[in-house]
């Protein structure tokens, strides 16, 4: 600080001085000021970056999920078709039980199955050709007891052993 002879000059120079000093704290204020506008408007930008990332993960995440339970449900109408379709071919052929069983084929099956002295269940059309026949409506067929032994070999039965070979047939069939 250099030497002044009046007090006017004194504060004068006191007064530069400070000035001086505030004018540079301001600059570096400024820089500072500007350093960190830099680096929050840097900041901004990457946080902004990422939630758009972020976003666009979420949107996929979400348009994969609805596409899968579209698929999921297009699947499971098609499954549901599909059975519905073999129910109707099977429900078919157990209607055509009542026709069967009056055939020459049906009666020779059971004529070759038959254990001797068994007593013969069945519907009321098999009366003439199976002495004793316990009626028993609504049997495709015939059943017979000997003993404790039953030997079903009604229609119903019969097709309920191969259901699961029918079913396989029709799925070839028809797909």
């Not at 999920?65 to 052929?93: D, P, S, W, Y």
């Amino acid at each position: 600080m250099e030497t002044h002879g009046s007090i006017e000059e004194l504060k004068k120079a006191i007064e530069a001085d400070y000035i001086q000093k505030i004018n540079e704290l301001n600059s570096g204020k400024n820089a500072q000021i500007k350093e960190i506008t830099a680096s929050s408007k840097k900041e901004l930008s990457l946080l902004e970056t990422e939630l758009e990332q972020e976003s666009e993960a979420k949107a996929r995440e979400a348009g994969a999920m609805v596409l899968n339970e579209q698929k999921l449900a297009a699947k499971r109408g098609f499954e549901e078709a599909r059975e519905a379709m073999i129910q109707e071919v099977i429900e078919t052929v157990k209607g055509k039980f009542p026709n069967t069983m009056k055939t020459k084929q049906y009666a020779d099956f059971v004529k070759k199955r038959v254990p001797k002295g068994a007593k013969a269940h069945g519907n009321a059309f098999f009366k003439k050709k199976f002495k004793g026949l316990k009626e028993v409506k609504g049997l495709n067929g015939l059943r017979f007891e000997k003993g404790s032994v039953i030997y079903d070999l009604s229609l119903d039965a019969l097709f309920e052993a191969k259901e699961p070979t029918v079913r396989e047939k029709v799925i070839e069939k028809l797909w």
